[in-house]
Structures are given as structure tokens and as C-alpha cells.
């Protein structure tokens, strides 16, 4: 099964669409409703460590009204006449079948994408017309919706924030799409849009990491800093007598930019504030393994242990991967943190960041840390961090 039609062209879509204006990708694809049902997505959404939300849209008797989950079988019963959307975050961390949206997005950097966002809307269901700073592809499951798309949008536009909803005060439509199952919309940082569901309909909301500048200078800047000393201090640059002693010359502020600029010339430590960034989990905290477990890991892993053969080693589901070529040295970034390779493992780690949670790690990662030890070392690492864990292969389908 494909998500994208089999003409679709990577290339010209990155050249004239990506991050520039909207775009319909028309692919029939009926077996998209197959993928979830609402009830199943409820059930998601009454789960404590699942993100989700509940939109009851205006109309003209009832105002906006915005719920945060948990939710309880109660919570729904109770929703009445009121169209509404359910909407819950990262359903691809425990749906083995969303992972395939995954995959057929291979033409952009999968460590670009955040999750997999699943919306449940009712007959006439909205959540307000808006804009996001990230690109998104919103793809249609089962039931239609009516999409709309109107003008760029910044910092500096007029939203409505009564509701707990940044909703537009102004929204000037340009185009109109309606999704059938399998259709895909994608739409630009930026761009206004508003969304109406067609009958009972899911929408899946696959979306981009796009850190702020204000993020990257600050993220960057404390990488950076952790390598200063205290020594490093400000000096006056060319001193001469002042004729004002309360000023600030011009001397003293082009001598700051020099420091700041020969500061921010630092590829090493962008590259690894950067990577850690965006692999960083989405509101995940990580369990610890202690030593015990770990050396009983390293046991059933490597064949000392008794039950050796029936275990396999997998990836968190939501674990996020990614590495970095910098001369000889490889970094490899998983959940936030950055282990250094040698670049004679990089066939070894692409298999691990390109592999899914959903099939075990490949057996060429564990018989290359039976006799490498620096291999031997990530894995512990990452086992450590609960990047990656041991069990049966039937208890992970």
C-alpha cells in the first residue's frame, strides 16, 4: 500500500512547493480508514501518557470550549450535539501501522518529522482557522473534509485567543480543497488554514520540527558556553581617555561583536546542540536501566544467558535518530544525546537510524558489538537510556 500515487514527482515537489505554497497530492486510497476508528482512537486518548485534546466547535448557541485529556468513556458520552474534534498527538509511537506514513515521506530528513497527530472530527467539526509554524501533511483517512487555505501569516498577525485557540480574526480564502480518503494536503509554515469535516471523518497530521532562531541562538549559545572558562572575560579594546565616562563607545561594542562572532564560529558545538535538539523526545522522559540490568541485558544479548536465543533487540517506539559526519568522526544522536563513532561504523549506524521500531535491530549492529567494543559501548549506552531495549519478538507486533 502507497500513500503517495506512483507518478508522484520528489523532486519537482521540493522545487516548487516545499515550504513555498500549498499543494493537493490526489491518491484514492480507500484502505486508509482501515488504519484507525475513532473508538480506537478514544481509547488512546483516555491513556495518561497520551497528549490529547478535545475542540468543540462554535456554533450559534455554543462557544469554542477546549479540553485537555485524560479522558474517561464518560467525557464522550457526554459530548451531546456539539460538533468535535478529538486530536491526539504522537499515535504513531504506539500504532505499528501509522510508522508506515514514515517511510513515504523518504525525500525529507526524518529527523525533521515531530509525529504523527490523529484527529477525530464529527459532521461539521472544526478547530478554527490558524496558521502553525511548521509545514504539515494532512492526510485523509476515512470520511471527507473541506479544507481551506488563504495568505501568509506571522508573529504579527490578529488572532483570537479568548478560547484558549489562537484563531484568526481575519481569514481571506484562496483556495478550497475537499480530501477523500487517501488525499493529501500539504500546507507551508505560515499558511492559514481551516478545516471542516464532511460527515464523521479522521484526518492524519503528519508535522515538521522547525526550531525558532530565538531557539537556536539560545540552544546553541549554551553548548557553547559549556566549553568557556572563567577566564574568559571582556576587555577593553584600544582604551583611551573618556570624555564622557558613562558612555558606551562604539570601540567597546564592535570589540563584543568580535568575541561573539569568533564565539559563534564553532561548527562542533551547533552540530551537536542541533542534533540533540532534534531528537530530542516529544514530552518523553526516559527510565535509567541500572547496572544490574544492564549486565543481564549484555547476558541474554550476547549468548551467555539461557534464554539468549528467544530475546531480540528493539528501538523504543518514538525513538528518535539521527548522526553527523565531521572528518574521521561520527556522531550518532539518539533521544537527545550524542555518542561518537568512528566513520568506519557508518554503514552500522545508517542501518540503526533507518531502522523501525516495529522489526528488531539488525543482526550485522549486534555481531559487530560482539567484537567491537566501541559498538559495544553505544549499545550499553543505549540501552541505558531505554533507547533501546531486550524482548520476545511476539511481544512487539
Not at 501509522?98 to 515521506?105: G, Y
Amino acid at each position: 500500500m502507497s500513500l503517495l500515487p506512483a507518478n508522484f514527482d520528489r523532486q519537482g515537489f521540493l522545487e516548487h512547493y516545499w515550504q513555498q505554497r500549498p499543494c493537493l497530492i490526489s491518491n484514492a486510497n480507500t484502505h486508509l480508514a482501515d488504519w484507525l476508528s475513532a473508538d480506537e482512537l478514544a481509547g488512546l486518548a483516555c491513556e495518561p501518557d497520551m497528549e490529547s485534546r478535545l475542540i468543540l466547535t462554535e456554533t450559534n448557541t455554543q462557544p469554542w470550549q477546549v479540553k485537555n485529556g485524560p479522558f474517561s468513556e464518560t467525557d464522550f458520552l457526554s459530548l451531546g450535539e456539539q460538533p468535535f474534534n478529538l486530536l491526539v498527538q504522537a499515535v504513531d509511537h504506539c500504532i505499528p501501522t501509522l510508522r508506515k506514513i514514515w517511510a513515504e515521506f523518504d525525500f525529507l530528513p526524518h529527523w525533521r518529522i515531530d509525529d504523527v497527530m490523529v484527529n477525530a472530527s464529527s459532521d461539521g467539526a472544526s478547530v478554527g482557522a490558524h496558521f502553525d509554524y511548521y509545514d504539515v501533511f494532512l492526510i485523509q483517512g476515512s470520511g471527507q473534509k473541506r479544507w481551506f487555505t488563504g495568505e501568509h501569516c506571522d508573529s504579527q498577525t490578529a488572532l483570537d485567543t479568548a478560547s484558549g485557540l489562537k484563531l484568526l480574526k481575519q481569514f481571506e480564502v484562496s483556495h478550497e480543497w475537499l480530501l477523500n480518503p487517501g488525499d493529501i494536503l500539504y500546507v507551508p509554515a505560515g499558511i492559514a488554514h481551516h478545516g471542516v469535516a464532511v460527515g464523521d471523518s479522521i484526518t492524519y497530521s503528519l508535522g515538521f520540527r522547525a526550531p525558532s532562531h530565538a531557539d537556536m541562538i539560545m540552544g546553541a549559545a549554551e553548548q557553547i558556553a559549556e566549553q568557556l572558562s572563567d577566564e574568559k572575560r571582556y576587555r577593553d579594546f584600544a582604551p583611551a581617555l573618556p570624555v564622557h565616562p558613562a558612555e558606551i563607545p562604539e570601540n567597546a561594542i564592535a570589540s563584543l561583536q568580535t568575541v561573539l562572532s569568533a564565539l559563534a564560529n564553532n561548527p562542533q558545538a551547533i552540530r551537536q546542540w542541533f542534533g540533540q535538539n532534534m531528537t530530542t523526545p516529544r514530552d518523553e522522559i526516559l527510565d535509567e536501566t541500572d547496572d544490574d540490568e544492564l549486565n543481564r541485558i549484555e547476558a541474554e544479548l550476547y549468548g551467555t544467558s539461557p534464554d539468549a536465543q528467544l530475546l531480540k533487540l528493539w528501538r523504543r517506539p518514538g525513538a528518535r535518530f539521527a548522526y553527523a559526519i565531521e572528518g574521521d568522526s561520527l556522531f550518532l544522536f539518539a533521544d537527545g544525546n550524542t555518542l561518537q563513532l568512528n566513520s568506519v561504523h557508518l554503514s552500522l549506524v545508517q542501518s540503526l537510524c533507518d531502522s523501525d521500531w516495529t522489526e528488531p535491530v539488525a543482526d550485522d549492529w549486534i555481531e559487530a558489538s560482539r567484537h567491537d567494543l566501541k559498538i559495544k559501548q553505544i549499545t550499553r549506552s543505549l540501552c541505558q537510556t531505554g533507547t533501546l531495549y531486550l524482548d520476545e519478538p511476539e511481544c512487539n507486533q
